[in-house]
């Protein structure tokens, strides 16, 4: 297939397109997702710390450590519990918080003996946390079965050191357990804050249990938990989460995204700008064509133009009523092709002519031949008549030396009659037109040997003539048979005093050429003189030697040559001649 | 007029080339009969005037002052009263077209004068001969 700007410029454009809607994609993809995913962290981070002011819960801790130092309370637990009962629980009371189904307090001494408690459920002496001196201390979150919860605890002040110095114990723990209420409607009012599409993770930084007030699960894997980052992990789907601690406490929060809510205003975005893209490159690729159809048109008519006035259609012009560049190419091509036609035209006329001219001089040597024949003859004849008449009715009155005279009047008329006809005949070749055609050279050649055969009279010894097999040649049959009939003639004329006389026709083939050549053994010719033999009237043997007038070689150039082949010879004084002329092939 | 007998009617300009033919005509005794015209106008006349007697054989050259041969000839073979009488052009030319017309116009015969003399005295007497004895003419 030829390459064509009409289809390779719209192709390019739509590539260009295509490959500017896709960079525009992907960066627009990558920007909204970028974008949102920062919008997605920031109300991680704004959660996140919204839970941890929750939990840090600094009037719990002040509530606590207000307690411990609370003068009833110090009393009972100096008391080992044995003193001011009334009193202490009466203090406790006053602290217990509305909501104290799930909350409890309690009165311990240092070993974590439980002297006193409010609250109504049980979990046991084993949650005790390390309770702190100076505030209230966070333990961590603790799970029992199904139980959630966590405890504060604060000792009465300056205690501890009596207790660790083994001595009597003086004083106590006062610690708080609050059990977290884990249903699925706590869960679902808290993500219900954000929206519904965040969740939010409660636990121990240092693992688990965690929970997301709904049920218990376990702790986000550690590489969440230790890092402020936001993070992507697997739980049931890939979740992006940011956790936090809470200051104060070994717990940590935790709220986390599905990443799918985060990737989806990106797919939005490619949902929406996607056809629309495709709609640009379709619509860009379409222009293309059409502009490059009507960039190209003008184009594929100056070239069929050209073509055109190549295959001889001069007359041919372009339109060319643009006016840009197109329009200029259009018009300087239709003045080439003015120019063309004029000077095509100008050469028709100078053919015609020559030609008039040619057939003017053809017409003038037509009559001149005529006149030389017919006018030349005359003259001729009377000559030649009257002194034979001369001879013939007047003999007994001529001597001897007029009647030689006279012979010589003869012999030169016949002469001279004879010149005239071999002019005439070389002067017609060159006008008759060649009627050409295929023509079996040997049969040819034989025809005129065997002529040559009956004619050969005068002889003293024998003539043998040998024809080699000869390839079929293309031209004149008429013609070439006189070139074959004037060489073998001539062949048989120069060997007229051999004894055994030798001529031989043959061929051979010479660079795709056809090199026919007629030999003999006889008289020959002087080699300088090779260039002489074919002149018209040159003759290399006096006429007492060999009769002749010197045209018969010169017509046979002359036909070799319009038939477009070569003559020449060779030959030495004595020694015989070779008579070589091509002609082409019968396959022209 | 002259014509009574014309056995031999030549059209010649040349008065060297008529006097050869009636001398070689003569050496076989067939130039009694002969009539000669020095033109083509004089031949179209001798054939005009009325009773013309007809010749055996027209003996025609081409070349001739105002009216030429091959002109004679198309009238001669054109006319219904002469077109039977037989012509032989004798003529200097050789050229083929000259030999072609005159057949198409309906010569009977192109003998070419040949220069050498005794081929020429040979070739009129036996174009004499034989137009004269060896022919047997329509009348």
């Known amino acids: ?588 | 007029m002259q014509s009574h007998g014309v056995e031999i009617l030549l059209v010649e300009d040349n008065a060297n080339d008529a006097e050869l033919t009636l001398r070689a005509l003569k050496q076989r005794n067939l130039a009694n009969q002969v009539f000669v015209c020095h033109d083509g106008a004089e031949a179209l006349d001798f054939f005009s005037s009325g009773a013309s007697p007809v010749p055996k054989v027209v003996l025609l050259d081409l070349k001739l002052p105002k009216v030429d041969g091959l002109e004679v000839l198309r009238r001669l073979k054109g006319d219904a009263r002469t077109k039977a009488i037989p012509i032989v052009v004798l003529t200097s030319s050789r050229e083929e077209p000259d030999i072609e017309r005159a057949y198409e116009l309906g010569a009977n015969s192109y003998i070419v004068k040949p220069v050498d003399f005794e081929a020429f005295s040979r070739a009129v007497s036996d174009l004499g001969l034989y137009w004269l004895l060896v022919n047997r003419p329509p009348h």
């Open chain 1, 1 to 588: 297939m030829m390459r064509s700007i009409q289809r390779t410029f719209p192709l390019f454009v739509t590539a260009l397109l295509l490959a500017v809607a896709i960079v525009q994609l992907t960066v627009g993809y990558g920007e909204v997702r970028r974008a949102s995913r920062s919008v997605g962290d920031t109300r991680l981070r704004f959660v996140d710390s919204v839970l941890v002011d929750l939990f840090r819960s600094g009037p719990q801790r002040a509530r606590i450590t207000a307690l411990a130092k609370d003068s009833a309370v110090v009393a009972f637990l100096r008391s080992g519990g044995q003193r001011g009962r009334a009193q202490a629980l009466d203090a406790l009371r006053r602290n217990t918080l509305d909501t104290a189904s799930n909350v409890r307090l309690e009165l311990r001494d240092f070993s974590g003996r439980l002297l006193l408690s409010t609250g109504r459920f049980a979990l046991g002496d084993s949650v005790l946390v390390s309770p702190g001196t100076d505030s209230a201390r966070f333990g961590p979150l603790q799970r029992r079965d199904t139980v959630l919860f966590f405890g504060i605890a604060a000792a009465t002040g300056g205690t501890e050191q009596a207790a660790g110095n083994g001595t009597e114990l003086s004083g106590g723990i006062v610690q708080q357990v609050a059990r977290l209420q884990l249903n699925d409607r706590t869960r679902r009012q808290l993500t219900g804050l954000s929206g519904g599409d965040m969740a939010f993770l409660f636990g121990n930084a240092a693992g688990d249990p965690w929970t997301d007030f709904g049920s218990i699960l376990s702790a986000p894997p550690a590489n969440v938990r230790n890092s402020p980052r936001p993070t992507r992990y697997e739980r049931g789907e890939t979740k992006r989460a940011i956790a936090m601690a809470v200051p104060g406490t070994p717990w940590m929060v935790a709220t986390e995204l599905p990443s799918r809510l985060i990737v989806a205003p990106a797919q939005g975005y490619l949902l929406n700008m996607a056809p629309l893209a495709a709609l640009i490159v379709i619509f860009g690729a379409l222009a293309a064509w059409w502009g490059s159809r009507r960039l190209t048109a003008p184009l594929v008519g100056v070239t069929r133009g050209a073509e055109a006035i190549a295959s001889g259609d001069l007359t041919h012009r372009v339109p060319a009523g643009r006016d840009d560049e197109l329009g200029r190419l259009a018009r300087s091509f239709n003045t080439m092709a003015d120019q063309v036609s004029r000077s095509h035209h100008h050469l028709e006329t100078q053919v015609a002519q020559r030609t008039k001219a040619l057939e003017g001089t053809n017409a003038e040597l037509e009559s001149f031949s005529y006149s030389v024949s017919h006018d030349l003859r005359a003259p001729l004849r009377a000559i030649h008549g009257f002194s034979r008449i001369l001879l013939e009715d007047h003999n007994a009155k001529l001597d001897p030396e007029a009647q030689r005279l006279l012979g010589v009047i003869d012999q030169n008329t016949r002469r001279m009659g004879q010149l005239i006809d071999d002019l005439l005949a070389f002067s017609r070749l060159g006008r008759t037109d060649l009627s050409t055609g295929p023509v079996d050279m040997k049969e040819l050649a034989q025809t005129v040997a065997d002529e040559i055969q009956r004619t050969d009279n005068g002889r003293q010894g024998s003539l043998e003539i040998r024809i080699d097999p000869l390839p079929p040649a293309r031209g004149d049959r008429g013609l070439l048979r006189q070139v074959m009939a004037n060489l073998l003639q001539n062949a048989a004329k120069f060997t007229r005093d051999r004894p055994s006389a030798r001529i031989e026709v043959g061929s051979r083939a010479d660079s795709g050429q056809t090199v026919y050549f007629v030999k003999d053994n006889g008289a020959g010719f002087d080699a300088r003189y090779a260039d002489k033999l074919f002149g018209v009237f040159q003759r290399l043997h006096s006429t007492e030697q060999f009769d002749g007038t010197g045209v018969g070689l010169a017509i046979v150039k002359r036909i070799v040559q319009r038939h477009g082949g070569r003559v020449w010879a060779e030959g030495a004084v004595n020694q015989g001649a070779t008579f070589f002329f091509t002609l082409p092939g019968e396959e022209p």
